[in-house]
Structure formats: structure tokens, C-alpha cells
């Protein structure tokens, strides 16, 4: 299929997609020269659609593959009467195959290779082709400085398959990495490219597949699937007329320790805004009647101690514990009271941070750090935890059992080796902001209220809250509330069915 911003739900480790291309080439018999050129036009194509005024092309390459589609771009564009500025990264002498090839025809062409010192004066656009998928070690030398250069570079940036210097697997910057203004990822998305420092440094992504056939994909499992909230519009189904508040189960929210009130009020409200049937919250004996004044339709129930949960526990359907929870006596007695029950959990905030003091493996439950709190519960630093998110969150769930969410730029969810992670793709930096967590909570509780398995209620409300998030951001990302995305839940859950 030709380039396309519709996405594929498929994200592919860089090995994973050089075994696409090793079957597509060995076993279905496309030249390795011809998806080469292939993603070279495809790219190109890119550049007249996303710059058509663009006149003076600045091509930098290196030596292997990544540098071979450049070639193929500079190439095109010198043939369409472009100025074309190829500056050659690493010793020419190097280049083979393909790549060498394209590396060839360009300058048969009247093309000119000039090895990098600096960036030309003037750029319509940058085009990156320095590094691909491979890369492992951090950058440096004069490949850190071309990096540099295209960075504080007032121009433009396209970068071909990945930003040069963003790890392909993890999302990390080594050291450097080129902050793009797109870039065309070819045959397979590379889950990197999804979250932690990918998003910031791809900027929209864009795919084509370079004709490779349907059955190379067959015979690859990808390591994790893209998700977003089109893909589950309808998924609760339409009311039946004669339903009523019991058919869509009661959430428990448990929380609010003192000065934080707040926290349980907005995770409640979140989960009847979700669509929950009732919803109670379970707070200090001093919050419970000021919540019922503010949101009457939640039921609050002071709870001196956990005496208190006992007949809440026997009508709730799902229990959310840990908004505003806090880390005193009362919170781990509260917490240690629901651990009881066997109903599932939905735990968060200050309930992870007591689960980290105190470690146990659970099946029903449904865990959502944020890298400092994943930090805690895998004893290990939030640096360490952002390094390769995938492996953190893979090990919270072998650690926790259930299903986990990790929470940030790219939220991903694992449940273990019967599901395939996922990678939520949507959100913005608005949602940096206290209370976006309690509200995640509520939704995700209120999904698994009606019926949703835990795998399907983690990965929806993830995709939900992210979608409220980036439509109530239209009036701008900074002095976004988490209570602004309350309404947007209620729309989106009813796009299908706005006649009900």
C-alpha cells in the first residue's frame, strides 16, 4: 500500500523487521535494490506531498542501508530539478551493496557528495538518513555533531524509517537523537517509535510497506500492538431499553486521606461518567459528606477504619483503591482490607506504593504506575524503568501477576504471555497534570464494571482516557484539568449510539 498515516496496528522489534525484509527478499524474491527503491520514492513522494514548495533538498547519509534510501531520494529529487545537497556521513569507502549502488547512480547523475562538515546555509528541508534500525551504541563523534546541527537547524526534518540515534526496540535516546518533524517507517513500526522519547522525536509517523507481501507478516508475531480508542467506539454496545442501574455493575473507590478529597471525588465521578451503574467512595468520615454535596450521584461512606469496607465490599462489583489513599495507618489498613476480597482491583497511587512495601502476585487485579511508582515496586530507579519501558512493564507483570499499565508518553499494557502488550498511541503533554491518574482509575474501574475482561478494560479505558484527553486539548494542551476531560468521556463512549 502506498504511504499512509493510518497506521497499522502492528509494532515490530527492529530484528523482527529485519527478518520482514530477509523473507521478502529470499523467499519472495524482491531484490533487496528494489525496496530500496521503493522506500527512497516513497519518501520522496512524502516530500512533494508534505513540502511541495521545497527547492533545496539537504540529504545527509550514512553508510549503510539508511543512507542507500537517501541516496534513492537525492536522486529523485536532483532528477525533478531540485538543488540537492548530499553530505556523506562515515567513509564512502564503506558503503556496499544497495546501497552502494543508489550511492552510484546518484552521482552518474551529475549528483555531488560532500562529506559533512556543516549544514549548508540555506534548507528547505532536512532529510535524515544517518542511522537505521541497528544502531546500539550511543552516539558520538562528528555523527553527534550532523545530529546537533540538524537539531538547532531552523529547517524542516524528515527522517527515513526512525530518527537517527532513537533506539528502535526501547524509545531511548543514545545519547543524541534527530527531533523530526515526520518520519516514513518502511515494512514494519517499530514499537520504539511509540513510546518514551520516540513520539517527541518522530513527530508524525507515517508507513509504507514497500508492497512487501501479506504472508511475510503472517509468519512474524508482532512484539506489540498499536492501540487507540477508533478501535474500541462500540465495544460496550448499545443499551437495551428496558436496562437498569444493576446491569452495569457498582464500582468501589477507596481513597481520599486527608487533603485529598479530591482524588476519590474525580476517579467516582470518572467511573460514572464511563457508564458505571452506581459507584461508591469509601473516604475519611470528614470528606464523605462534602463529596455527596458536590457529586450527589456517588454514594460516600465515611470509613473510620476497615471495619467500615465490609458492606461496601458485598455490593461492589470492582473495587479502585488508592487515589489520595496516602501512605498512613488508615490507608494500609484500607488496603489491607480489600486484599481480602476477591473481587477484582483496580490499584493505583498510594495503594502501589503500599503493594511495594509489602509484595504479593495476584491474578484479578489491575495495576497502573507511573514510572516513579513502577521504580518502587521493581526496586529499581524511574531512570532505569524509562529505559526500555517494554521490559519494565513485562517484568511488573511477571513480578505482580494481573494486568499492568505504565503510565506516560506511549502507556503501555501487558497481561502476561496470553496477550499481546499494547501501546496506547494517543494523548499530550496536557495530561501532565495532577488527577489525570485518578481519573484513569475510575474509567478503566467503570469498564470492568460492565463486563469487560481486565485485559479489555486496561487497554480500552487507557485508549478512552487518552481520547478524552486529546479532544479536550483542542482549546490548548497547558491549563488542561483533569476534570475537563469528564464531559469528552461521555461523548466519545456515545458516538455510536448518540440516539440513546
Known amino acids: 500500500m502506498p504511504f ?42 512524502l516530500l512533494c506531498k508534505g513540502w511541495p514548495e521545497a527547492q533545496i533538498i539537504t540529504v545527509i547519509c550514512g553508510v549503510g542501508n539508511n543512507g542507500g534510501d537517501g541516496y534513492v531520494l537525492a536522486a529523485l529529487a536532483l532528477q525533478a530539478g531540485k538543488t540537492v545537497h548530499l553530505l556523506q556521513l562515515g567513509d564512502a569507502s564503506k558503503i556496499k551493496g544497495d546501497a552502494l549502488t543508489h550511492y552510484e547512480r546518484f552521482i552518474e547523475m551529475g549528483g555531488k557528495v560532500a562529506p559533512f562538515k556543516r549544514l549548508p546555509k540555506e534548507s528547505d528541508l532536512i532529510v535524515d538518513g544517518i542511522f537505521g534500525t541497528g544502531l546500539e551504541r550511543e552516539v558520538a563523534g562528528v555523527w553527534c555533531q550532523a545530529i546537533e546541527a540538524i537539531n538547532a537547524s531552523a529547517s524542516p526534518v524528515l527522517a527515513l524509517d526512525i530518527p537517527s540515534g532513537l533506539h528502535s526496540d526501547s524509545g531511548q535516546i543514545l545519547g543524541i537523537a534527530v527531533k523530526a518533524d515526520a518520519t516514513i517507517s518502511f515494512i514494519g513500526l517499530k514499537r520504539g517509535q511509540f513510546t518514551a522519547a520516540g513520539p517527541e522525536q518522530c513527530g508524525q509517523v507515517l508507513f509504507d510497506d514497500l508492497e512487501v507481501p501479506e504472508a511475510v507478516y503472517a509468519a512474524e508475531q508482532p512484539a506489540t500492538q498499536r492501540a487507540e480508542w477508533s478501535m474500541f467506539t462500540g465495544l460496550l454496545g448499545r443499551r437495551a431499553r428496558d436496562a437498569h442501574k444493576g446491569n452495569f455493575g457498582h464500582v468501589l473507590v477507596i481513597g481520599g486521606d486527608h487533603g485529598f478529597s479530591g482524588a476519590v471525588r474525580m476517579a467516582g465521578e470518572a467511573a460514572l461518567r464511563t457508564g458505571a451503574g452506581l459507584v461508591t467512595v469509601a473516604t475519611r468520615p470528614e470528606h464523605a459528606a462534602l463529596l455527596n454535596t458536590v457529586r450527589p450521584e456517588l454514594m460516600c461512606h ?144 467503570a469498564m470492568v464494571a460492565q463486563g469487560l475482561s481486565l485485559n479489555d478494560a486496561a487497554v480500552a479505558g487507557v485508549c478512552l482516557h487518552a481520547a478524552a484527553a486529546d479532544r479536550a486539548a483542542q482549546a490548548g494542551e497547558r491549563g488542561l484539568l483533569a476534570n475537563d476531560l469528564q464531559i469528552e468521556l461521555r461523548l466519545l463512549l456515545n458516538t455510536d449510539w448518540h440516539q440513546c
Open 4 to 45: 499512509t498515516d493510518i497506521l497499522p496496528r502492528n509494532l515490530y522489534r527492529a530484528a523482527q523487521v529485519r527478518e520482514l525484509d530477509r523473507m521478502a527478499i529470499e523467499e519472495f524474491s524482491i531484490p533487496g535494490l528494489t525496496l530500496m527503491e521503493r522506500a527512497g520514492m516513497a519518501a520522496y513522494n
Open 302 to 445: 465515611g470509613a473510620a477504619d476497615a471495619k467500615a469496607l465490609a458492606p461496601l465490599l458485598q455490593r461492589a462489583t470492582v473495587v479502585a483503591i488508592g487515589p489520595g489513599l496516602g501512605q498512613t495507618s488508615w490507608g494500609q489498613s484500607l488496603f489491607n482490607a480489600v486484599l481480602e476480597t476477591k473481587l477484582p482491583l483496580i490499584v493505583d497511587a498510594d495503594a502501589l506504593n503500599q503493594l511495594a512495601s509489602d509484595p504479593i502476585q495476584r491474578d484479578n487485579w489491575i495495576l497502573t504506575p507511573h514510572p516513579g511508582e513502577a521504580a518502587r515496586l521493581l526496586g529499581i530507579s524511574s531512570t532505569d524503568v524509562q529505559s526500555d519501558r517494554f521490559q519494565s512493564v513485562q517484568a511488573l507483570q511477571q513480578q505482580y501477576g494481573g494486568v499492568v499499565v505504565l503510565k506516560g508518553a506511549g502507556t503501555l499494557i501487558a497481561a502476561g504471555a496470553e496477550e499481546p502488550m499494547a501501546a496506547c498511541t494517543a494523548g499530550n503533554p496536557g495530561m501532565a497534570t495532577g488527577g489525570m491518574g485518578d481519573l484513569l482509575t475510575g474509567i478503566i474501574a
